[in-house]
């Protein structure tokens, strides 16, 4: 049986809050028929290195608790454009979970499409990952822009996706830093 969400007015929403290893996030905005989020991280590794985990390493730093098999070495990112952020099922299925739909590799990866619980949804969303040079290594922007239609509104979902992704960049800040997505999670 599934929760009915009172639908609210559309509201401007601005949330920033800090995640374990460092990571800003930001609910940029929020109404019933989209949001917008965005997470930053630095990370001590070159452009070129950070882009290369996401695309060529998601299975070794994404959580598998955000996977339908339950294994995050079931993803694969095919890293141009038209690739596919893919996942294999069992029996021979598999899942699409965003198109590449630009990729300048150490400089940006846009995709588009739903993610997780957004899927069933008749709503669309594009992700842009974007790399800049920085002191320390790289400064990694993750903005996820989702609009469209479900009958309870999306701005309630905005938050949880806001987490979910700043989880997802800590993971990898953790990955590439101390060779453990885990480290600095909270317990």
Known sequence: ??????????????????????????????????????????????????????????????NPAHTYSGDAHNLSIDGIGGGCFCEKLSGGGSVRHMTVIYAAPGKVLRMDGA?????????TGTMTLSFTGSGTGTKLELTY???????????????????MLGEQIGRLKSYIETGNPAQGEKK
């Open 145 to 163: 822009t989702v609009g469209g239609y479900t009958p309870h509104g999306l701005q309630r979902i905005a938050p949880a996706a806001d987490r």
């Open 115 to 123: 993610l997780g619980p957004l899927q069933p949804m008749a709503v």
């Open 1 to 62: 049986m599934t929760a009915r969400l009172p639908l609210i007015a559309p509201t401007l929403l601005v949330l920033t809050f800090c995640i374990p290893n460092g990571s800003s996030a930001e609910v940029i905005d929020s109404s019933a028929i989209g949001f917008t989020v965005k997470n930053t991280v630095e990370i001590a590794s070159s452009p070129a290195d950070v882009y290369n985990r996401v695309v060529h390493d998601v299975g070794g730093w994404w």
